[in-house]
């Protein structure tokens, strides 16, 4: 059996890119013993990896190229946009089951999902662009939105071509179902399915003892500030480490160090021995990490699928998140496991983080417990087996391991 992954954007494609996305699900088929490779979007990169093909948007947009590759099936990550409706209508062509892989929130329209995209789309056009600009932002974007033939049909004739589309948490496909009977598109519903973003089999429990340790892995240069949000990180963790004398918090990912220059919080908070601020760690050194840790936090405004706190609940931690409509993954995640911040202030935020800790203390947590039930729903090659069984394939093997 053949299934390749197709991301039709030039990414880097180093060794890491196989520990995410498209890279991780393909190797999650390879240790079912089905034949993989991701495609990505020509010209190769430096160092690229060999399990990579790269191809043209031209032959990505030919039946006749998908077909000799003699897939059985392929898992587009298209993010519903139109431009790459040619790929799905050329895959399809070939006769390969599809499966278009939409790693977003649902929220798609705001003639569909008004309260909700207003306030996701407000809070990301003023984090990235302030208060001066984020406004105007915010009114051009929902204008240009309101038009249904620009964005929200094509949208739908591009997912017309899927045998099975994926979503990666309940809530975001309960939102894409409503999106499409808007439309009365009720044949896109029965397609739908909630396929978690595959997570690498070496985030699981060790059974080692839980610390007093908090622990939030991101990116933390400058450029990402507006996704990441450091700045309330910071000012919650201020507050926590004053509140909770016996905690400590762990900040994780490229620059984070360079985060004591950011100014968001007195200097103060960076000579405090219980925050550490540690750089970018290998993929076996941040699952170390994660099973040392109790929770995982995620200070982000909005994330379809936050990696990071899918591979700290197969660790055995809980999270505490915002609770945005942006960050659906948290309905899903945080079921009895998790603690979302009544609102977006430092002060509201740190309050769930002493919330959450507490229910470690008073033993309201069970990491290997969380462990088990996330790594059986979360790990690559279980997300491989469910889209075998959804794209109505046989099994290709039995688990050869990892």
Not at 168 to 195: D, Q
Not at 202 to 230: A, H
């Given at each position: 059996m053949r299934i390749f992954t197709c991301t039709p954007a030039c990414f880097v494609g180093d060794e890491t890119f196989f520990g995410r996305d498209t890279g991780l699900l393909s190797e999650g088929f390879r240790a079912l013993g089905v034949q993989s490779r991701p495609i990505m979007l020509a010209p190769e990169r430096s160092r690229e990896d060999p399990r990579i093909l790269?191809?043209?948007?031209?032959?990505?947009?030919?039946?006749?190229?998908?077909?000799a590759l003699q897939l059985d099936g392929l898992v587009l990550y298209s993010w519903a946009l139109p431009r790459f409706t040619p790929v799905a209508a050329a895959a399809r062509a070939a006769g390969i089951q599809l499966m278009i892989y939409l790693d977003s929130a649902g929220l798609w329209s705001p003639r569909v999902q008004g309260r909700d995209?207003?306030?996701?789309?407000?809070?990301?056009?003023?984090?990235?662009?302030?208060g001066v600009f984020g406004p105007g932002l915010f009114l051009a974007s929902m204008a240009k939105n309101l038009w249904p033939r620009f964005f929200d049909l094509p949208r739908l004739r591009h997912l017309?071509?899927?045998?099975?589309?994926?979503?990666?948490?309940?809530l975001a496909l309960e939102r894409t179902a409503t999106f499409a009977r808007h439309y009365r598109r009720e044949e896109l519903s029965s397609r739908l399915h909630?396929?978690?973003?595959?997570?690498?089999?070496?985030?699981?429990?060790?059974?080692?003892?839980?610390?007093?340790?908090?622990?939030?892995?991101?990116r933390w240069t400058r450029g990402d500030w507006p996704q990441k949000d450091p700045r309330l990180l910071l000012r919650a963790t201020e507050l926590f480490l004053e509140a909770v004398p016996d905690h400590r918090v762990m900040i994780v990912g490229a620059g984070a160090e360079a985060l004591k220059s950011s100014g968001f919080v007195r200097q103060s908070l960076f000579k405090n021995p219980r925050l550490e601020l540690s750089g970018v760690l290998r993929k076996e050194n941040v699952a170390k990490a994660l099973n040392r840790a109790r929770i995982s936090i995620c200070s982000s405004p909005s994330e379809a699928a936050h990696l990071a706190s899918m591979e700290a609940v197969c660790c055995g931690c809980s999270v505490v998140a915002k609770n945005s409509p942006a960050?659906?993954?948290?309905?899903?995640?945080g079921e009895a496991n998790g603690t979302l911040a009544a609102g977006s202030s430092p002060a509201e935020f740190s309050e769930a983080m002493t919330k959450e800790a507490a229910a470690w203390v008073k033993g309201d947590r069970n990491a290997a417990a969380t462990s088990a039930r996330w790594g059986q729903i979360l790990h690559a090659p279980r997300i491989a087996e469910q889209i075998i069984r959804l794209l109505g394939l046989s099994q290709g093997g039995s688990f050869r391991g990892w």
């Amino acid at each position: 059996m053949r299934i390749f992954t197709c991301t039709p954007a030039c990414f880097v494609g180093d060794e890491t890119f196989f520990g995410r996305d498209t890279g991780l699900l393909s190797e999650g088929f390879r240790a079912l013993g089905v034949q993989s490779r991701p495609i990505m979007l020509a010209p190769e990169r430096s160092r690229e990896d060999p399990r990579i093909l790269r191809a043209s948007m031209q032959r990505l947009s030919d039946p006749t190229w998908w077909r000799a590759l003699q897939l059985d099936g392929l898992v587009l990550y298209s993010w519903a946009l139109p431009r790459f409706t040619p790929v799905a209508a050329a895959a399809r062509a070939a006769g390969i089951q599809l499966m278009i892989y939409l790693d977003s929130a649902g929220l798609w329209s705001p003639r569909v999902q008004g309260r909700d995209y207003c306030r996701a789309l407000w809070t990301n056009k003023l984090n990235r662009k302030g208060g001066v600009f984020g406004p105007g932002l915010f009114l051009a974007s929902m204008a240009k939105n309101l038009w249904p033939r620009f964005f929200d049909l094509p949208r739908l004739r591009h997912l017309a071509f899927a045998h099975a589309i994926g979503l990666p948490s309940p809530l975001a496909l309960e939102r894409t179902a409503t999106f499409a009977r808007h439309y009365r598109r009720e044949e896109l519903s029965s397609r739908l399915h909630c396929v978690g973003a595959p997570v690498h089999p070496s985030m699981q429990y060790s059974g080692c003892p839980k610390e007093k340790l908090l622990i939030c892995v991101g990116r933390w240069t400058r450029g990402d500030w507006p996704q990441k949000d450091p700045r309330l990180l910071l000012r919650a963790t201020e507050l926590f480490l004053e509140a909770v004398p016996d905690h400590r918090v762990m900040i994780v990912g490229a620059g984070a160090e360079a985060l004591k220059s950011s100014g968001f919080v007195r200097q103060s908070l960076f000579k405090n021995p219980r925050l550490e601020l540690s750089g970018v760690l290998r993929k076996e050194n941040v699952a170390k990490a994660l099973n040392r840790a109790r929770i995982s936090i995620c200070s982000s405004p909005s994330e379809a699928a936050h990696l990071a706190s899918m591979e700290a609940v197969c660790c055995g931690c809980s999270v505490v998140a915002k609770n945005s409509p942006a960050l659906p993954i948290f309905d899903w995640l945080g079921e009895a496991n998790g603690t979302l911040a009544a609102g977006s202030s430092p002060a509201e935020f740190s309050e769930a983080m002493t919330k959450e800790a507490a229910a470690w203390v008073k033993g309201d947590r069970n990491a290997a417990a969380t462990s088990a039930r996330w790594g059986q729903i979360l790990h690559a090659p279980r997300i491989a087996e469910q889209i075998i069984r959804l794209l109505g394939l046989s099994q290709g093997g039995s688990f050869r391991g990892w």
